[in-house]
């Protein structure tokens, strides 16, 4: 066994599975963690993610994120059959400038949390590193849901932070479709 | 729209689909007036390039008219543009570096796994070159959807042919930087594996840059023949042993540097190459680098290797220790062509380049299948492939 304590390689990087695990805000068995350097300042960067009512065009299989409050927000994601599943998610932590984590409330459909960190780096812009994390939820709509999340969840966050690497730096979030239907069918996943 | 569709190995189809249109703010659609087949375009008729889908547009050598613009394009309707086939942001650290093919944002996110897998970080976006870069329609059809429209397109003045300037969306610069990573020095010797579009222009590059010898190496006469035009001496490989051709010309020093413009596609029945294609049919190996091999023996010592040529994968008997031993340079990626066109075209408008030679056919687009059958079969005749939307469908007269 490797000292991680002392290591300088990052946690989500662990060969060991619990290691990674541990990255989450929670207990969420998946986690999925990425970072990106951002062309961008880092407060600009902060304040666009703090508006969730900005973040579902960035958000793998996210419908939309209504808020609610300066705290609260309504996620929804779109399941099979015309159905859409939806929950609601709180701010458990804020550094402006620097971090915002954030969890569904008790008893949601979905257990998912995340935490995204802005780090000034100088001329290159900003280091922004995000952890998600959920667990698959029980019951037949639950196993609908699950399928969605876990198509690919270890490069969730990442393509997550690519899409945001895409908005703040070009103004939109690169897209190969040909016209504007197979576009809105294909948008987030 | 009618567009060129890929189906498969050998496959392609004229066929009627949807018209691109607006779907973000930097965008443009041209209507196209000229585009080419590139060598590279074979790589996907040979079904050598993963990735590919049935009724993927073809086609990244294009240009046309600005008929459509998003509310962020700089472009105007009715500008004649040539179009870069490398699809770059122009606003992350390497467009800002103008390694426009290493653009971070030009694929889309969910594209980027595989590259990120493969290569260990994904590259820019390509049009009509397999998902893997991108899953963009390209431009062998009617019309196109230009992304990122205020960066890549280049402005042509009314009055120019076509084919002056349709080159400047991918051989040309590809050629010039070619030339440009194998850092001639004056007095040079360089030798040029391949003479296709690419190779013919590092070799017009290259004297342009101040080296004293050319060498062209190739086995179609033709192309030979083009090289020799532009006042390189040549090498039909079916004759003449290259290395040893290469050692006695140079009075056994080897050229300074050497420019694989070949690919993986080389070939020849060499026995390395014979064992790469049964192992690329076997998946142990996806490239064929004989001519990547010849020109790192031939280099001189502490010389220079460029390489346009496209590699997609892993290769095997690469000499690593005549590479180390010799201590050799290598440049070699995706052309940044955003980089060049400016220069590029103002070179074309002075006289100082011609790529008009190299065209052999035009041929409308609802032929383009033939086209591609004989730019396939026939390199020695076909050198390049023009083709027309609009025009209808004729008779092309494939050589004995």
Known sequence: MTNAANADAPATAARDKDARAAEAERDESQVSAAVVTIARPTRELYDFWRDFSNLAPIMENIESITVESDTRSIWTIKAPAGRTVSWEAVVTEDQPGALIAWESVEGADVRSSGRIEFRDTGARGSIVRAVIAYDPPAGLIGELIAKIFQREPAIQARRELRRFKQFMETGEVATSSRTRAHHAEHKAG | ?400
């Not at chain 2, 086939?85 to 390497?94: L, P, R």
């Not at chain 2, 220790?321 to 103002?346: D, I, N, P, R």
């Open chain 2, 1 to 400: 729209m009618r567009a060129l569709t890929w189906h498969g190995k050998h496959d392609v189809r004229v066929d009627t689909v949807d018209d691109p249109e607006i779907i973000n703010p930097r965008d443009a659609i041209i209507k196209i007036t000229s585009t080419a087949i590139c060598g590279s375009d074979l790589h996907l008729y040979d079904g050598f390039i993963p990735t590919m889908k049935a009724g993927d547009v073809l086609g990244h050598e294009f240009m046309g008219e600005v008929v459509e613009t998003g509310p962020k394009s700089t472009l105007k309707k009715g500008q004649r543009v040539v179009v870069p086939f490398t699809i770059a942001c122009g606003s992350c650290y390497h467009c800002g570096k103008h390694q426009y093919s290493a653009c971070d944002n030009g694929l889309p996110a969910d594209n980027q796994d595989i590259a990120q897998e493969l290569y260990g970080h994904p590259m820019s976006g390509l049009f009509g070159y397999s998902h893997m870069t991108g899953g963009y329609s390209g431009g062998q059809a009617e019309y196109v959807r230009v992304p990122f429209s205020d960066i890549g397109p280049i402005v042509i003045p009314d009055g120019i042919d076509d084919d002056k300037v349709l080159f400047l969306s991918d051989i040309l610069p590809t050629g010039w930087q070619a030339a440009e990573y194998a850092q001639i020095e004056p007095g040079d010797t360089v030798a040029v594996w391949g003479c296709g579009p690419v190779g013919l222009f590092a070799v017009q590059s290259a004297f342009l840059m101040g080296a004293e010898r050319v060498i062209a190496i190739d086995h179609f006469p033709r192309r030979l023949e083009l090289a020799a035009k532009f006042g390189a001496e040549t090498i039909n490989y079916k004759d003449h042993a290259v290395y040893d051709a290469l050692i006695e010309m140079t009075g056994g020093i080897g050229p300074d540097a050497v420019i694989d413009a070949v690919g993986l596609e080389s070939h020849g029945l060499f026995v390395d190459n014979v064992l790469d294609q049964i192992k690329a049919s076997t998946f142990l190996g996806t490239d064929r680098p004989h001519a990547n091999r010849q020109a790192i023996i031939a280099c001189r010592k502490g010389g220079r290797v460029s390489m346009p040529a496209v590699y997609g994968g892993f290769v095997d008997k690469w000499p690593l220790g005549a590479f180390m031993e010799k201590g050799l340079t290598l440049k070699t990626g995706q052309t940044h062509v955003q980089h060049y066109t400016e220069a590029l075209l103002a070179a074309i408008l002075d006289g100082k380049i011609d790529t008009t030679f190299l065209i052999s056919h035009h041929l409308p687009l609802e032929n383009a299948p033939d086209g591609y059958k004989l730019f396939h079969d026939h390199q020695d005749v076909a050198t390049k492939i023009v083709l027309k939307p609009g025009l209808a469908k004729t008779k092309v007269e494939m050589p004995a």
